[in-house]
């Protein structure tokens, strides 16, 4: 072998040896996102009302509040909203308020559920306080009768179908939590003997519409975060006193302090929360098991 080929030879020896004694180097791989869906009514969305008294989508809702609590422990998670104000379980299903590629909510949640299966870690869903909304009133037994016969079991049927093709699209293993409701109207309390006589009602039929909502949840293998116990919405026999609204019972108290259903016009009554009535309804999800 010439000096040229030895010299070659030994250049090459030397880069193998290079190469195979250097430090092993691999290409950055991205961590993949995760993510946490939110589905809903106006609450998924943050809705509180702004100075002029309209009600607008805020970045202060209890799925943002959730997620600011979720993503230290899971800095890949991702937080997408698809609530849309009014819904209702049957407009949930087939469409009519809010605009989606695929017609409505619940198909945009299992196009979204399908398309990223495996990396979805939470969905959170508020559904049902709309479909009640002409018990309101109670100006008759006739609407009573209505409500309770008619516009309780349409809402449970129309979540049992959404809870299954949430389910169904997302996989078994995603953890899903719904959640029970606080009571707005208890405020009218502070309108005199027959303003108690529509919250002490009102507080009864809650009962019953959220035991039917959690019954349903529960059917489906779905957490439920207790909304309704964490604004207390039974204690009526705890008196507080409420700057500006007097002495009320503990139910009344928590629904003027973190609802705008009390506040001053116009940006009240309002039954949405407010930011500190959010943080409890995260704290509520946080405590049904996703700490």
């Not at 040896?17 to 998924?44: F, M, R």
């Not at 973190?258 to 116009?266: G, K, L, V």
Request: glycine share 10%.
């Amino acid at each position: 072998m010439g000096p040229v080929r030895i010299a070659l030879a030994a250049a090459a020896v030397a880069v193998a040896v290079a190469a195979c004694s250097g430090p092993a180097t691999s290409p950055a791989v991205a961590t993949p996102a995760t993510y946490y869906l939110a589905l809903g009514d106006s609450l998924s969305q943050g809705v509180q009302p702004d100075a002029a008294g309209t009600s607008v989508k805020t970045g202060q809702g209890y799925p943002d509040q959730l997620y600011a609590m979720l993503r230290p422990s899971q800095p890949t998670l991702q937080l997408v909203k698809l609530g849309c104000p009014g819904e209702t379980t049957a407009t949930m299903i087939h469409g009519g308020i809010c605009h989606y590629p695929g017609g409505s909510q619940l198909a945009a949640a299992v196009a979204f559920l399908t398309a990223h299966r495996g990396h979805v870690r939470l969905v959170t869903i508020d559904i049902g306080a709309n479909d009640p909304e002409d018990c309101g009133s109670w100006t008759s037994l006739q609407i009573i009768m209505h409500c309770v016969g008619t516009n309780f079991p349409d809402a449970v049927s129309n979540l049992d179908t959404i809870l299954a093709r949430v389910r169904a699209a997302a996989g078994p293993d995603v953890r899903i939590v719904g959640m029970s409701y606080y009571l707005p109207s208890l405020a009218e309390w502070r309108n005199g003997l027959p303003g108690q006589a529509v919250a002490w009602l009102s507080e009864k039929l809650a009962v019953g519409y959220n035991d039917l909502l959690n019954n349903a949840y529960a059917k489906s293998h779905v957490r439920v975060a207790n909304v309704f116990g964490a604004f207390q919405t039974s204690d009526f026999g705890n008196r507080v006193a409420v700057p500006g609204v007097g002495t009320v019972p503990r139910n009344v108290a928590l629904i003027c302090q973190w609802t705008w259903e009390c506040a001053s016009p116009p940006r009240g009554p309002n039954q949405h929360a407010n930011q500190a009535g959010y943080g409890v309804i995260a704290r509520a999800f946080l405590s049904a098991g996703l700490s």
